[in-house]
């Protein structure tokens, strides 16, 4: 029997953990599937980061990353390059991840090539096409052109029916960042870092921090920064380990703001590994991150989304999230309120996480083989 040719695309560090661990799953099924990996590096080193640390070699490797690079120069870039590598590779399916611009670009060179599209991570939505931007217009363009659709739960699926996506065309698989979790976070994980090594030693709660989104640079960042210097003045028990954002609009304004500061940690961005095992040892998490959204709750870590709309409302309505928006008194009131109040605290920490239970890698590539006449069963659905 031919071997099916799954190319999975993808370019930048949150894409490549959440597709590595469904490449590495697929490589289970030898007599089946034939993975390959195509990356446009529209991020190179995070993006080598996660391929090393899973022990993946892509196929193809666009590497179109340029400075200053701009949403044209991306997308224009990747859709010709990926033009290349389809007509060389002849993929049976292809599956792109999430929003990204790669993912869009991903999409529309499967359409043109009139190949099989798989979205991962499938019906995130927040409503706004600004908001995220250009993440949700990219989530449902690759929507609209997408043949399989791997909603992360039912929510997201329920957000695809709504747009008319035949309903036998979804699956909810939970996500991969879960899978992902599962073979990365360990007890015994020893940090290289020394300023990590300094805040977890400083017997200090600790609150974990990330920004980088567009739509907080400037005056959104410098309230968050204000708030969390506050936060810390009245709280002599708690410390803070941020690493900050290469964006120079980011770096300006921290340090504007929390240079110098004492108990605020500054690192430099993180590879996969060590943020993930930092997150298991934080109290707290505030950012303005998709993942860390879905990432944090599974390890039972409250989270404070520094963003006014999220794609991701399950955690928000399982009680393991809060939208804080970035003004000055929300961020101050909701983080002192998790130091402060116990039960609240407790809440937050062991509500139950909506979004997997590591076997979403599974269900994709069991829903694939039998779509294309390999099994004669389909897995069951992810249900939280």
């Not at 329920?158 to 698989?173: A, D, H, M, R």
């Amino acid at each position: 029997m031919k071997k099916l040719r799954v190319m999975t695309v993808f370019g930048t560090r949150p894409e490549a953990i959440k597709m590595c661990p469904l490449v590495l799953e697929m490589r289970k099924h030898p007599e089946y599937i034939e993975p390959i990996v195509a990356v446009t590096a529209q991020h190179r080193e995070m993006l080598d980061q996660v391929l090393h640390l899973f022990g993946i070699q892509p196929a193809y490797d666009l590497n179109i990353m340029t400075s200053r690079q701009t949403l044209y120069d991306v997308t224009v870039k990747a859709l010709l390059g990926l033009k290349d590598v389809i007509e060389k590779a002849q993929p049976d399916l292809i599956l792109v991840h999430g929003d990204t611009t790669t993912t869009f670009a991903g999409s529309l060179a499967a359409y043109y090539a009139q190949i099989k599209l798989g979205h991962v991570e499938a019906g995130l939505r927040t409503g706004n096409k600004f908001s995220p931007y250009p993440e949700e217009m990219n989530r449902k363009l690759t929507g609209s052109l997408a043949d399989f659709h791997f909603a992360p739960t039912a929510v997201s699926r329920e957000n695809l029916i709504k747009e008319n996506v035949p309903e036998n065309s979804i699956f909810v698989t939970g996500n991969t960042v879960i899978d992902a979790l599962n073979t990365t976070v360990r007890n015994d994980f020893v940090f290289d870092d020394p300023v990590i090594g300094k805040a977890l030693g400083s017997g200090k709660r600790l609150i974990l921090m990330t920004t980088h989104r567009r739509e907080n640079l400037g005056e959104p960042m410098r309230q968050v920064y204000r708030a969390l210097k506050t936060v810390l003045e009245q709280h002599p028990d708690t410390a803070a380990i941020f690493p900050v954002h290469k964006n120079p609009k980011v770096r300006e304004v921290v340090q504007e703001e929390l240079t110098g500061e004492e108990r605020v940690y500054l690192t430099e961005p993180m590879d996969y590994e060590p943020f993930a095992n930092l997150m298991a040892r934080a109290d707290i998490v505030l950012t303005d991150s998709g993942g860390i959204q879905e990432e944090a709750p599974a390890l039972g870590k409250p989270v404070l989304v520094l963003r006014n709309t999220t794609e991701r409302p399950e955690a928000v309505t399982a009680g393991t999230v809060r939208l804080t928006g970035t003004g000055f008194d929300a961020v101050k009131n909701e983080t002192s309120r998790l130091l402060e109040d116990e039960a609240y605290y407790r809440s937050m920490a062991e509500a139950v996480n909506p979004y997997g239970d590591g076997h979403a890698c599974e269900r994709i590539s069991g829903f694939i083989l039998n779509r294309f006449g390999y099994t004669g069963s389909v897995p069951e659905s992810f249900k939280a």
